[in-house]
């Protein structure tokens, strides 16, 4: 089988050599220079270069004028090209989910309105310019939401107290968004009621429309805090048969019908509230997590599923013995310029047997000018174990409490000096610097949309 993979995710967070035998079919990645150099120099594979200055499909597209030829599949398992990867598709006449399917696990408004008509609740919501154009109050009152229909990582994603404060905002070009604050792109923003509760995540495998894998975790602290300059966690929950059949209704009210998704709810008295899916793993060390708890490696039985091959009968067995899992990363986005010095408070955290993983920077790296829960990129990333969920729960609180962040201000470095991720689950001791100065983060009790 001849596959094209469009390639932004790091090799190592996917390992498609798992999932994909590169010896068996041809396999080519196509991706810019960064991309293609966290392959593994032995892989059997062609590498393609592509600039990274248009979307992929537009340069994939190029590409092909020049060089033609055919392909059986073609993948992305990265958010911000499931969509190029679903045109190129329909544009080669490549089997594969097409750009209306991909849209609606991708656009906020479209999701929220088609889980609705499932019968499901979702937060109330509209669209920016519907919002902006009503002659009297909104659906809701109190806190509101402003978001993109298409955003990640909770970047350019505000709160405001009223719907009416949101509203004079966006007219008076003051949200501090650039792009929103000139008035040219409302049509790619939403506004939504606030809906209060613990945020839960649920992550696992579909193929043909049936829910194979199926993990739950509940956040600590939230997404937009992270992009705010928290840390964020997550520790494994269990679920009922009710919430299964929840999670397989909203999946296809958005026709996520085969590979893996993330999808993540609120827990408001009692009921979850949808709040956003995705048809792709979750971030952060939830694939770590999920396959330490479940035993199937997400990204490895995804990438067999959008090949076509039947994978209900090829998962694994749980682990015996099972026990919780729990993930933590720390922001570095926030002290943008400075220079990572080391942890304070780590020492009690770093060497307990309960921490399996913990992966900081070194003590000079420069930290990130973008939000990202990459290892290697960010302050701390790092997995717990625990028999019981509230005791990775109460690790994690404990540990966020605990630590304080030493930077200082970042020095010249060449241009060609690069910092390339470490790979793999290791713990890591950082030497400590007196010349720095402490940033603390604590967590916030009561996660919150």
């Avoid at 999701?111 to 499901?120: I, P, R, S």
């Amino acid at each position: 089988m001849k596959i094209l993979i469009l390639h932004r995710v790091p090799y190592f967070k996917i390992e498609y050599h798992r999932g994909i035998s590169h010896d068996q079919h041809e396999v080519t990645y196509f991706g810019t220079d960064q991309a293609l150099a966290t392959l593994p120099p032995g892989l059997r594979c062609e590498r393609v270069s592509r600039p990274g200055t248009r979307p992929a499909f537009e340069e994939a597209r190029e590409w092909l004028v020049h060089r033609p030829r055919d392909f059986d599949r073609i993948i992305s398992v990265s958010e911000y090209e499931l969509l190029d990867c679903a045109l190129l598709r329909e544009h080669l006449g490549v089997p594969g989910a097409r750009p209306a399917q991909v849209v609606l696990a991708r656009d906020k408004v479209l999701m929220k309105q088609a889980v609705e008509d499932a019968g499901l609740r979702v937060p109330r919501f509209l669209p920016l310019p519907r919002f902006l154009a009503l002659d009297g109050p909104a659906p809701w009152r109190g806190r509101t939401v402003l978001k993109p229909h298409r955003g990640a990582s909770s970047e350019d994603v505000l709160v405001f107290d009223t719907p009416a404060l949101a509203a004079a905002a966006v007219r008076e070009g003051r949200t501090g968004i650039a792009r929103l604050d000139v008035g040219n792109d409302r049509e790619d923003y939403q506004v939504e009621e606030f809906v209060s509760g613990p945020i839960r995540h649920f992550d696992g495998l579909v193929q043909g429309g049936e829910v194979l894998v199926l993990s739950a975790g509940e956040y600590i602290n939230t997404c937009l805090q992270y992009a705010q300059g928290h840390p964020l966690g997550s520790f494994q929950i269990g679920f009922s048969d009710e919430t299964r059949g929840w999670v397989a209704r909203v999946l296809a009210a958005v026709r996520i019908e085969d590979g893996s998704f993330h999808l993540e709810a609120i827990v408001h008295e009692g009921e979850l509230v949808f709040l956003e899916v995705g048809n792709r793993v979750g971030g952060a060390d939830v694939v770590a997590t999920v396959e330490l708890a479940t035993g199937v490696h997400l990204p490895s039985y995804e990438l067999r599923a959008l090949l076509g091959e039947p994978v209900a009968g090829m998962l694994p067995e749980p682990p015996a013995g099972r026990r919780r899992y729990g993930w933590f990363v720390y922001p570095g986005h926030h002290l943008a310029g400075q220079e990572y010095r080391g942890l304070d408070g780590a020492a009690m955290f770093r060497d307990t047997p309960s921490a399996l993983a913990w992966n900081e920077l070194p003590s000079g790296a420069p930290l990130p000018d973008h939000i990202t829960c990459q290892t290697g990129a960010t302050v701390l990333t790092g997995i717990v174990a625990g028999d019981t969920p509230e005791v990775c729960r109460d690790w994690i609180i404990d540990l966020f409490d605990s630590l304080s962040v030493r930077t200082r201000p970042a020095a010249p470095t060449p241009s060609d000096q690069v910092l390339v991720p470490g790979r793999g689950v290791r713990k890591r001791h950082v030497p400590s610097s007196a010349a720095a100065t402490a940033t603390r983060l604590t967590s916030t009790n009561g996660p919150r949309s």
